[in-house]
């Protein structure tokens, strides 16, 4: 493989094994630039950037998904505090790559699905639990649709909710925000395998009127949509799925739920702080018996191209310089 190194100091020919790692990339471009910290960029003249960061150092080259034999690498020194893109666009990423429930990372379980956890709500008369919803590609609509209609089996209605919204709205929802042409999303969200993530949760808040509040077990951040409505549901967000978070009527002491799920509340007055203070209780018992996944350190694989990258940063980015959005779980 051969390529053309360009850094501060000048241009260099570099030729590089079949078998080359990433590893020996970066090696070869700090000494070829003298730079240990920079951005890449490669592609001309349709320069993107490219991130080694994102692959596993011992992945080869030639396994990455990006064909870089014969192009020329742009090398910059990187400024301080830079961090390959802007909040917005890393939060955009996040929702991007969908990985089929056959294909996730495992995750520990706080308890069995059986028996979740619970955190007593005098205050309320009952005990607040988490509702767990199938591993399946519609978790999020699932968890959203057993708060707002009463049932799980609402997915195709909401995923159609979601595309003429969007259709309804170019201006706001553009090529920029969804990092897809709109009418291959909106074809896209409407798949039964494809996932839901904060477009969708920003959509359905308004579409029903209602603030939906999703809790990160990993970081216990609560993401507000739709802030100032009236009344409030809660998701909780695991880093791969989504589940709701209910009221079940109990006795006192209220630590244990005993009600079927048919007498749950899960939507609240927006103006009761004590609802959002029991579910993120609930989300620590989640966190501290691990019941999430860890996204930015996991390998994923890119089932289209077959190459490794590490975490949703690196498949997000992967999946914009290729247009791949088919992953699941490397060995």
């Known amino acids: 493989m051969r390529l053309r190194v360009r850094g501060p100091a000048g241009q260099s020919t570099v030729t590089l094994e079949d078998l080359a790692t990433v590893e020996d990339l970066h090696t070869v471009i700090a000494e070829k630039t003298g730079l240990t910290t920079y951005d890449a960029k490669y592609g001309y003249p349709d320069i993107k950037p490219l991130d080694l960061s994102i692959f596993a150092p011992g992945q080869k080259i030639t396994d990455i998904g990006i064909n870089l034999n014969g192009e020329q690498l742009i090398i910059t020194k990187r400024e301080d505090g830079a961090n390959g893109g802007t909040q917005h666009q890393q939060e955009q990423q996040h929702i991007d790559i969908r990985v089929p429930p056959s294909q996730q990372p495992r995750k520990e379980h706080a308890q069995d699905s059986d028996d979740p956890p619970e955190i007593a709500s005098p205050e309320h008369s009952g005990t607040f639990v988490l509702r767990i919803m199938p591993d399946d590609n519609s978790c999020l609509f699932r968890a959203v649709g057993s708060a707002v209609t009463g049932g799980m089996d609402t997915m195709n209605e909401l995923r159609s909710v979601v595309a003429q919204t969007i259709q309804a709205n170019p201006d706001v929802y553009s090529e920029a925000v969804l990092e897809k042409k709109t009418d291959d999303y909106c074809r896209w969200i409407q798949n039964e395998n494809s996932w839901g993530g904060g477009i969708e949760l920003s959509i359905l808040s308004k579409h029903f009127d209602i603030e939906i509040c999703s809790i990160d077990v990993q970081s216990l951040r609560t993401d507000r949509f739709n802030e100032g409505a009236p009344t409030r549901c809660i998701v909780v967000y695991s880093g791969i799925h989504y589940d709701t978070i209910a009221l079940s009527p109990s006795d006192p002491p209220f630590t244990h739920a005993y009600a079927p799920p048919d007498f ?41 191209c077959k190459g490794i990258f590490i975490g949703e940063k690196g498949a997000a980015q992967h999946a914009t310089q290729t247009g791949h959005y088919d992953f699941g779980e490397a060995d």
Do not use: E
């Open 264 to 304: 749950d509340t899960k939507i609240f007055d927006a103006a009761d702080p004590v609802v959002l203070d029991k579910a993120l209780d609930l989300c620590k018992v989640l966190n501290s018996k691990h019941y999430f996944t860890d996204t930015a350190g996991f390998r994923i694989r890119c089932n289209t």
